[in-house]
């Protein structure tokens, strides 16, 4: 099971970016995927995630500014970012609760992809 994080890259402040996520491999289907990011000298920290019904959860520092959504393609999720600050500025990580092919739950986490908010 892989899940593929892209998206990241440099923007100014109050730009926008998209970031996306796709869980392959032997899975049946997520129960939540979601993002956490890591900023230089700081631990990781919560972002956002959705569950396979569609709740979803933001950390306060996001809520109105960024828009996490299921794909159109299977088990794929995204991170709609606007109006970044400078202090988005981390490195993104994908992750994901899985039910791999017998039915077992795992969490799995995608490699990370950075986001610089910088004028």
């Known amino acids: 099971v892989q899940l593929q994080a892209c998206g990241g890259g440099l923007v100014q402040p109050g730009g926008s970016l998209r970031l996306s996520c796709a869980a392959s491999?032997?899975?049946?289907?997520?129960?939540?995927m979601g993002w956490y990011r890591q900023a230089p000298g700081k631990q990781r920290e919560f972002v956002a995630d959705?569950?396979?019904?569609?709740?979803?959860n933001y950390a306060d520092s996001v809520k109105g500014r960024f828009t996490i959504a299921s794909g159109n393609a299977k088990n794929t999720v995204y991170l709609q970012m606007n109006s970044l600050k400078p202090e988005d500025t981390a490195v993104y990580y994908c992750?994901?609760?899985?039910?791999?092919?017998?039915?077992?739950?795992?969490?799995?986490w995608g490699q990370g992809t950075q986001v610089t908010v910088s004028s």
């Open positions: 491999g032997s899975i049946l289907t997520y129960n939540v």
């Open positions: 992750n994901g609760g899985v039910y791999i092919y017998d039915g077992t739950l795992r969490t799995f």
């Open positions: 959705i569950t396979s019904r569609g709740v979803i």
